[in-house]
């Protein structure tokens, strides 16, 4: 909403204040203002001038030279301007004049003639062109005749006004109008409010002789008002009414277009003007359209129909969609003489269906959709009425013709100063409330300290005590309510076990050079049932569709995260970024076919995905390729430092690498999974070699304690054994690393795996397995021979469990 503050000085005093100061205030009251704009940059020495005669000049086809008087004295002007004509007032710079733009007038010599000046149109005073009426877009400016010579042209022009504008919230529809902005103004002011005439001189005839009205739908249309003007002469609006429409962002048309939007923007209420010569009837039914009706709209466009768009008809067919746009068959013109005034209230839903379905949104659509004033309907058709006997000659004909089924009731409210003071931690008077009501013009009963409010119907947002609690606050003014800090027993904030987990891991996994990422919670057809878990495809969960979604490339809530975890990669791939490594802790949604009914369960989950170069040091001659072993080792590494203790073991699983793929378990729980992707599957995504992780992060939380673990330093020293078995090729190393450290214990604290051969000196389909074993005692020094006696007891162990030998 541009709030034009030469306008609202009309209804409201703000003369002591301003426009800065105004606009913070307003600001501070509950209505943002985005900012303050001034019509024009101030310019001097710019007046009315009336051009005495006009000749062509001597040498320049397209030039005119012109004697133009100012008042005080007589000026030579040439001006190429073709509209410029003698006898005309006009916008004159004299010599010396500074205009927008810090652009100088001076004496020049045009085509060897002197020019002491120039008449200016308003886009050269600063006036924004798409404002500007198109009669006179091409050429200069014309003032009408009543203006004296000589004067400065600012207040006429309404160059020196401040237009404020106002970022309004939904329920603010009261200050979709000027009348509104005053009541607004004069509340946070503590000023009267001035509200313009709706006289009428009403003439012996009355409308119904010319119209009557039928509306077949009266919970769409409970009132619609049809006033008859007569003996209209079209011309252009008189130049303060122009001024106000342009600081509001509307270009001017002519007297009787632009009273309607006048009034629009006073009342808040829209208006439409039928040429009545045109309208094909003396009827007007206003009726839900009929399937696939079309009717030509005031933009030209054809418009299709349906049932849920209400129309306004001449009891044949369409000539408006209902609080939205006319019809082009009884648009005024030129030749209109008499008009058929529609002030109506149209049903917000109504009003936005057909918006939705036309994709057309007007000034009017935007008011109706949001609630007018039920009490202004009718007072702005007078409101017109009254500017088309003055400004368009027309002859009003009275007692407009009705149907009125309209609901003008206030609402009220109770309310008691001790549960306003209670809500806002305030001390507030009784008659300090007095003093807010009596500002913001609600009327009230008052009995001791208790209120009845009744709110007016200007303001359709406040229906509840909270409401009238938030208008008595911000008038009292937010920055006045205290500063207190709570009372009574605090408590410190902290994590949950959850929200630990999260942190923990995500330091952890930032720490190991990988990048957070978010993806979609969407995905498509293709990718809805791929890379899904092992663990979580044994459930045969159900994808869950969306009912309407944003495209088809986001219609399913995803089962994994790694489909859109690799879009992303590629998506970056395609631009130039070979080495990524990329994580994602977030949720996937679980349901199955018996529970389709219910909300699918959101289950946390880590997944992660790397490609490229891990290391890169060109000085040092060195890179390494991310493989199997390095996302194993940050799983590893993960689960480590959440002191969880997690086992591997090779799997076979789709869309994944046969021989690179492992199942990641928890006390022989499987809860994930890791490997490279399938090569067939990484062609298809238009990458490389990559690797994936997926981890059930619901398990890990169950598994997981904040509680911190701690090993005391060893005070004896340890000893390193190695050994190296020769077994079957199928045989895995970390079942014997486990019959290891279980036969070893408690002697025995770490093993590792530190070399696997295959090859000359092996026997046909037999490999070498090389351990480091790690013996400690944290009680005493251990001698040679427990040491020895330990180490024999694991070799025949893993010896007869294995069908193995000790290399030699």
């Given amino acids: 909403m541009l709030v034009s503050l030469n306008w609202l000085k009309h209804y409201v005093d703000i003369s002591s204040i301003s426009p800065e100061e105004l606009a913070e205030k307003i600001t501070k009251t509950g209505i943002e203002v985005d900012g303050i704009e001034y019509i024009a940059e101030k310019s001097s020495d710019v007046v009315v001038g009336y051009v005495k005669s006009c000749e062509k ?42 205009l927008p733009n810090n652009f100088k007038i001076k004496k020049v010599k045009l085509r060897g003639i002197e020019s002491n000046g120039m008449i200016c149109s308003l886009q050269e005073l600063g006036i924004d062109e798409k404002y500007v009426p198109r009669d006179i877009a091409e050429g200069i400016f014309v003032f009408p005749d009543d203006v004296t010579v000589g004067e400065s042209v600012e207040p006429l022009l309404n160059l020196n006004d401040a237009v404020l504008e106002f970022d309004l919230t939904p329920n603010r529809a009261d200050a979709l109008s000027m009348l509104g902005v005053a009541y607004e103004t004069a509340a946070i002011l503590d000023q009267d409010v001035m509200l313009p005439s709706e006289k009428v001189h009403a003439a012996g005839e009355k409308a119904a002789d010319y119209v009557s009205v039928e509306v077949k739908d009266p919970d769409l249309n409970p009132y619609y008002g049809a006033f008859i003007a007569k003996d209209i002469t079209i011309k252009p609006s008189p130049l303060w009414m122009r001024n106000a429409l342009m600081a509001a962002g509307i270009r001017p048309i002519n007297n009787v277009v632009d009273i309607t939007n006048f009034v629009l923007l006073e009342y808040g209420q829209p208006l439409h003007a039928f040429d009545y010569d045109r309208f094909g009837s003396d009827k007007v039914v206003t009726r839900r359209a009929e399937q696939n009706e079309k009717m030509t709209t005031l933009d030209g466009e054809e418009r299709t ?37 529609e002030a109506a209230y149209f049903n917000p839903i109504a009003v936005r269906m057909t918006v939705r379905d036309t994709g057309l949104r007007s000034d009017s659509s935007t008011r109706f959709e949001k609630g007018v004033d039920p009490n202004r309907v009718e007072k702005a058709g007078w409101r017109a009425c009254h500017l088309l006997e003055k400004y368009a ?84 003014g937010y920055d006045n309510l205290p500063f207190t800090l709570p009372e009574g027993a605090s408590q410190a904030g902290g994590l949950t076990n959850k929200q630990q987990l999260k942190r923990e891991v995500k330091h952890y996994l930032q720490s190991t050079g990988l990048m957070e990422t978010i993806t979609y919670s969407l995905t498509d057809d293709a990718m809805i049932d791929r890379l899904i878990s092992p663990e979580l495809k044994e459930k045969n969960p159900s994808p869950v569709q969306l009912a309407m ?58 997944a992660g995905a790397l490609t490229g170069l891990w290391v890169s040091h060109p000085w040092q ?6 493989d199997f072993y390095l996302v194993k080792g940050i799983v590893e590494g993960l689960f480590s430092y959440l002191q969880i203790p997690v086992a591997f073991e090779q799997a076979k699983l789709p869309d994944m ?67 190296a078995f020769i077994v079957d090729e199928d045989i895995q190393a970390g079942d ?26 092996l026997p046909e389909g037999k490999k070498s397995i090389a351990y480091s074993l790690h013996y400690q005692d944290p009680e ?21 469990k294995f069908n193995a030998y000790v290399r030699s």
Avoid: W
């Fill in 549 to 606: 979604p944003m495209s088809e490339d986001h219609k399913y809530l995803r089962l994994s995260i790694l489909p859109e975890l690799l879009k992303s990669l590629a998506h970056n791939r395609a631009r130039t970024q070979h080495d990524i490594h990329y994580f994602e802790l977030g949720s996937v949604f679980v349901t199955d076919e018996t529970t389709l009914s219910k909300q699918p369960d959101e289950q946390l989950r880590l």
């Fill in 780 to 800: 005493k020094t251990l001698k040679d021979d427990e040491v020895e006696q330990s180490y024999q007891h694991i070799v025949s162990t893993v010896n007869a």
């Fill in 736 to 761: 014997i690393k486990e019959t290891i450290a279980e036969t070893g214990a408690p002697l025995v604290k770490n093993v590792q795996v530190f070399d696997v051969y295959k090859g000359e000196n």
């Fill in 657 to 723: 690498h046969p021989g690179r793929c492992a199942t990641i378990s928890i006390n022989e729980r499987t809860v994930g999974f890791l490997g490279q992707v399938h090569p067939t599957f990484e062609k298809s995504m238009d990458i490389k070699e990559t690797y994936v992780f997926d981890i059930d992060m619901e398990t890990v939380l169950a598994n997981y304690t904040d509680t911190p673990g701690y090993q005391p330093i060893p005070k004896y020293p340890s000893v390193a054994r190695d050994i």
């Fill in 393 to 476: 000659g027309a002859t009003i004909l009275a007692e407009p013709v009705s149907y009125d089924e309209l609901d003008r009731n206030e609402k009220t409210v109770e309310m008691k100063t001790a549960d306003i003071n209670k809500r806002l931690g305030t001390t507030i008077t009784t008659d300090d409330i007095v003093s807010i009501l009596h500002k913001l013009k609600f009327s009230f009963e008052q009995n001791g300290d208790t209120f009845v409010v009744h709110v007016p119907t200007r303001r359709g947002d406040i229906t509840i005590f909270e409401d009238m609690l938030e208008e008595v606050a911000r008038i009292y």
């Fill in 305 to 341: 129909l349906t049932p849920e768009n209400l129309v306004i008809t001449n009891g044949y067919e369409p000539v408006a969609l209902a609080g939205v746009m006319g019809g082009q068959n009884t648009e005024v013109s030129d030749d209109t003489t008499t008009v058929l005034l």
């Fill in 57 to 98: 000049h001597p040498n320049a086809d397209k030039l005119n030279l012109c004697q133009v008087d100012i008042g005080d004295e007589q000026l030579q002007i040439i001006c190429g301007a073709p509209n410029v004509r003698q006898g005309q007032k006009v916008v004159v710079a004299k010599p010396g004049a500074v």
């Fill in 621 to 626: 001659q060195e890179k390494k390729q991310v």
